[in-house]
C-alpha cells in the first residue's frame, strides 16, 4: 500500500494494476510442485516460530509461491487506495500489452516479457524496477536487449 501511495502522492501518477488470473494447463501443472513446497513452507513456519526469527521468511515465501501468495494483499491494498485494478483472464503480460497498444496505460511495469510481443506500437522499454527513496525507476530498452541477444551478433 505503500508503494501505490507513494506513486500517487510524490509523482502524481495514477497506477492500474494487472494481475495474473487462470493459469492455463501447461502452467497449472508444473505449480503442482507448490503443494509439495507447502510442507517444507510449514516446517520453516514452525522453526521461525521456535527459533523467534522471521527476517527470511518473506522471501521464501515469494521464491516458493511467487506473487500470487500475496493477491489479497494487493487487492485490499488497491481497494483502501481507491486504485484501479484488473485480474487478466490468463497471464497479466498479454494483457498489459494489450492495454498499452490500446492506448489504455502510458507505460508498462513488469515482466521483460512484455518486450517480446512484436507489432506496430510495441512497448520500447518497461520498468522493472523503482526505487522509492531515491526516486528513480530501472528500466530494459527494447532495442538495447534486442541488439545483445540478435541472432545475427556474434558475442564473444
Known amino acids: 500500500m505503500k508503494i501505490i501511495k507513494h506513486f500517487k502522492q510524490t509523482w502524481n501518477i ?3 494494476v494487472v494481475l495474473d488470473g487462470l493459469m492455463p494447463k501447461f502452467v497449472s501443472d508444473r505449480q503442482l510442485n507448490v503443494l509439495q513446497k507447502s510442507l517444507k513452507i510449514w516446517d520453516m513456519l514452525q522453526q521461525t516460530q521456535e ?19 500475496f493477491l489479497n494483499e494487493v487487492v485490499n491494498a488497491c481497494v483502501e487506495t481507491q486504485t484501479e485494478y ?16 490500446e492506448k489504455m496505460v ?16 510495441h512497448i520500447n522499454q518497461v520498468i522493472v524496477d523503482f526505487d522509492l527513496e531515491g526516486a528513480y525507476f530501472s528500466f530494459v530498452d527494447r532495442e538495447d536487449l534486442m541488439t545483445v541477444f540478435s541472432p545475427n551478433k556474434q558475442h564473444k
Do not use: K, W
Not at 484488473?86 to 497498444?101: C, E, K
Open 51 to 69: 527459533q523467534g526469527s522471521n527476517e527470511n521468511l518473506f522471501m521464501q515465501l515469494l521464491d516458493t509461491y511467487g506473487a500470487r501468495c
Open 106 to 121: 502510458h507505460c508498462v511495469a513488469g515482466s521483460l516479457m512484455t518486450l517480446l510481443y512484436e507489432s506496430e506500437d
Open 86 to 101: 484488473f485480474i487478466a483472464p490468463y497471464h497479466s503480460t498479454p494483457q498489459l500489452v494489450h492495454f498499452f497498444r
Open 14 to 16: 495514477t497506477l492500474l
